[in-house]
C-alpha cells in the first residue's frame, strides 16, 4: 500500500512536495488550497505529471483519508494555528514546513501546548520541519555533533545565492529594495527575512541536553557596494542584495551555539557545519544544497514515519535518537 | 538520575567510551573483561579518572543496574553471540560496536533472528553501531540523502591515515606486511582490514526502501611504490600500507551505493559524501573523523535512546526517522 498524502497549501512549496511524493510513489489524495486560481484545477495537472483526476478544493475535508498532510502555507505559527487544529481535530497526521513550528516552544508556548494537548487528544502526530530550520542547520548539526565526546562549541553557516531562488524568496530578503526601506519593513514586520534562527538554535540545545540562559538572534540586510550581478539577477550599488543573520545560545558568557545564514545575490552556494571539543574540531562543507527542493524532500523522507509515530506535537529532536552532550560547567 | 552505564569489553574502545560517559555526567556502575591484567582493577583508575570504587569483574553480572551497557569486544556476531545472550537474559539494553552487528541480518541471518527474539522475550534492546559501519558510510549518507528528491545514486568515502590511529588498527590492515602474507592471512581470516562494508550498504539500502539485486564487497592492500612516513610510522617500498575497499548495492546492472574506505599510511584524512538525484547532485566533504573518538561518542551518543526504545533487536535505520527514496526504475 503506498502512502497517502494530502497537501494543505498547494502554492510552490507545496506543488513541489506533491511532485516529490508521485516521483517517490506515494498517492495524492488531495490537495487544499484558498487560491481561486487553483481551487477545482486538476492536481497532477498543475505539477506537470498529467490529470490525476484529484482537483484541488478549498474544503480540508478533501483531504479524509491521507495517511499524512504536507502543510505548507506560512513561517508563523499564530497565523497557521487555525489550519493546523482543523486538520487535527480530522484525526490527520502533520509534516508542516512552518518555520517556527520546527520549535514552537521557543516563540510560541502557549500555542505549542494547546497544540500538543489537541494532538494527543484527537490521536494526530504533528511535525514541524523543512531545509532551514529542519535540517542544514539543526538536525544535522546534532548528528554530526554526535562523533565528538563532550562539545565545547558548534558553529554552522549555510551560503546561499538568492538570485538562484525564487521570485518570493528574494521579495522577503529584500533583493532590490532600499536598506533603509528594507530595515523598516524587517522592523514592522512586512518583510521577514529568514525565520527560524532561533528555533534552529533550539533543536541543537535540545538534543545536546543544553538549557540555554540565553538566545539570540539577528538579521540585517546586506548591502551592496558595487554593482552585483549572478544569475541574471542585478543589484545596483546601495540597493539591497539580501540578508545575512545568525542565531546563537549562550551558556553564561559562553556562546555554545552558532548558526548562520548568509543569502544575498552573489553569495556562494555552501554550507559548513564545525564541532569543537574533546581537543579537537570535526568539519563538513557542502557545494550547497537547493532550498526548495530540499525541503520538499526533507518534509516527504519524513512522511512516513511521522504518519507512524505516537500522537503529540513532535520536533526534529524526537525524529533523530542522537543525543550529543555540550560542556555545560 | 544520570543513566547508569555499563561496560562489556574493557580494552581501548570500552576504556575510551568509559572516559566520554563520564564526562557527559553518566554514572559507570560496572566493566566486565575476561583480561587478568584488568580484572580486579579500578575502573575510574584505568581511564586515569581517579578512584570509583568500581572494579573490572569477569563476571557479566557485575552490570546488573545498569540503564545500558557499551559492548566492545568483537566484530563478529557469531563469536560475540554469547556474550550478548547473556547481556539479553539479564534484561539489559545494549549499544554494541561490533561490526556485523550494524545490519545483522546480512551475514548472521539466523542469529539475527534469534537475538531479536530473545531480546524481545527478555525485555531487552540491542543495537550494533560506531563511526563506521554505523555513522559515516550510512547513517550519515542516508540522513544526507533525504535533501533529494528521488535518489539516483549515492557514493561515499572515508579516507584516514593508518599512521594516526592505534597499533592494533595498522595490524588490521597489515601495515608493513608482505602484500602476499596479508593477502594470504585475509583470505584465510587471520586478519581482517577493514568489516562492515556490506553491512553500511544494507543500512542505506533500507532506509532508502531499496532491496539491492546484488550486494558486493572487497578489499585489498595498498602496497607503498616508495618509502611511505607519516605521523613517524614508516613504510618501506613493496610492504603494505594498509587496504583499500568498497561495498556496493545494484538493482540489476545499476550500481546505487557505493561506498569506499581508504585506510594506508599516509592517506588524506577526509569524509566525502555524494548524492545524486532530481538532476543535481549535493556533496558534503568534511577533514576527517577520528575513529575511536567517534566511535565512543556515537555510543554514547545513542545510549539513551537505546534505554528507552522498544526492546528487540534494532539498527541505525531505527534510530533516524529519514527515508529517502532510491529511483527502482
Known sequence: MPLRVGFYGFGSIGRLAARVALERGFEIVGAVDIDPGLVGRDVGELIGAGRLGVRVSSDPSALTGADVVVHATGSFLDKVYPQLVKLIE??????????????????????????????????????????NPGFIL?????????????????????SLDAARRREPFRRKVGVGMDPAEYRLKLERGELTG????????????????????????????????????SAGIVVEPGRVAGVRGYGAAYLGDREVVRIELHAYVGA????????????????????????DPATASIVLSLAEAVAEAPPGL??????VAFRPRARVA
Chains 1, 2 share one sequence.
Open 268 to 291: 556562494e552556494d555552501y554550507e559548513e557545519i564545525v564541532v569543537e571539543g574533546g581537543g579537537y574540531a570535526v568539519r563538513w562543507r557542502s557545494s550547497g544544497t537547493p532550498g
Open 138 to 158: 539543526d538536525t544535522l548539526v546534532f548528528t554530526i555533533a554526535s562523533t565528538v565526546p563532550l562539545v565545547e562549541r558548534v558553529r554552522a553557516v549555510r
Open 194 to 229: 529568514h525565520v527560524g534562527y532561533a528555533e534552529s538554535v533550539m533543536l541543537i540545545s535540545e538534543a545536546m541536553g543544553l538549557q540555554p540562559t540565553r538566545v539570540v538572534e539577528a538579521q540585517e540586510p546586506v548591502v551592496a557596494d558595487r554593482r552585483v550581478e
Open 314 to 319: 513532535l520536533t526534529m529532536v524526537d525524529m
Open 90 to 131: 480530522m484525526g490527520l497526521d502533520v509534516v508542516s514546513t512552518c518555520e517556527t513550528l520546527a520549535y514552537p516552544w521557543y516563540r510560541y508556548p502557549v500555542l505549542a501546548r494547546k497544540l500538543d494537548e489537541k494532538a494527543r487528544a484527537h490521536g494526530a502526530t504533528v511535525l514541524g520541519t523543512g531545509v
